[in-house]
């Protein structure tokens, strides 16, 4: 008997389950988990459980929901660098930067790109590493931005005073925001190549089905070409009765 036949459920591949990172966004109570901790009888209006929603809907992959600054104007650390300040444009006082939003925009999608996966077919843990790459991007150019500012590579600490003439004493160290930059690279680019990996993991075993469902279709012209479209035929068993 083929092999084929015997072991034909097993042959036949089997959709990888994984979950969606693709949610809707219509009609969808974001904001019932935080709706539901609120005081019995509280009553919101419309706009309030948009402003829930909206929360919830940033911070459903992570912190990366609240990883915006929140625009101080002249207060904020890189007013100096901000375009809207170049440009001269309103700035939203108490909002989201949305300098900083674009940003982790684009680069989500320049990820994406790089990455080779499929929007439409993120799952969610694809999603979270994706949007924590944005993150530690979003962290280096403000350690840049601290630069620009402060752009000393070797930095002059006091460390005492000499015993000896009483003139002070310091100590030269590498700039903080120089580590703080080479260590989230480095996370960053661990985070990447894991997404590229499981981006050719998916790609090798979507093909590897694709090969075996080939593979199916000629055996099963194989077979139908040895027994016959009609199937398998049976011998015909006559009854011939014996002589006495």
């Not at 962290?139 to 590579?153: H, K, T, W, Y």
């Not at 590897?208 to 099963?220: F, H, V, Y």
């Amino acid at each position: 008997m083929d092999p084929f036949i015997n072991n034909r459920k097993e042959l036949v591949p089997t959709k990888p389950k994984e979950q969606s990172a693709v949610l809707p966004h219509s009609e969808e109570n974001l904001g019932g988990k935080i709706m539901e901790q609120l005081p019995k009888g509280t009553e919101l209006t419309v706009q309030q459980k948009g402003v829930l929603n909206k929360y919830m809907d940033g911070m459903r992959w992570g912190i990366t929901g609240v990883s915006p600054l929140t625009c101080k104007d002249a207060e904020c650390p890189y007013y100096s660098k901000c375009p809207l300040v170049k440009a001269e444009i309103p700035r939203p006082v108490g909002e989201d930067c949305p300098v900083e939003k674009g940003l982790m925009l684009q680069w989500l999608e320049q990820y994406i790109a790089t990455s080779g996966m499929d929007l439409e077919r993120l799952s969610a843990y694809d999603m979270l590493i994706l949007q924590d790459i944005a993150y530690q991007q979003l962290l280096e150019a403000r350690a840049a931005m601290e630069l620009a500012d402060n752009p000393l590579i070797q930095v002059k600490t006091f460390v005492g005073v000499d015993h000896r003439d009483g003139s002070p004493m310091y100590t030269y160290s590498l700039n903080n925001l120089v580590t703080f930059r080479e260590r989230s690279n480095k996370i960053k680019m661990k985070l990447l190549r894991e997404i590229i990996a499981t981006a050719k993991s998916k790609s090798e075993e979507e093909r590897g089905q694709s090969d075996k469902s080939t593979e199916i279709a000629l055996k099963l012209k194989e077979i139908e070409k040895k027994l016959g479209k009609s199937g398998i035929k049976m011998p015909q068993v006559i009854d011939v009765p014996s002589k006495e």
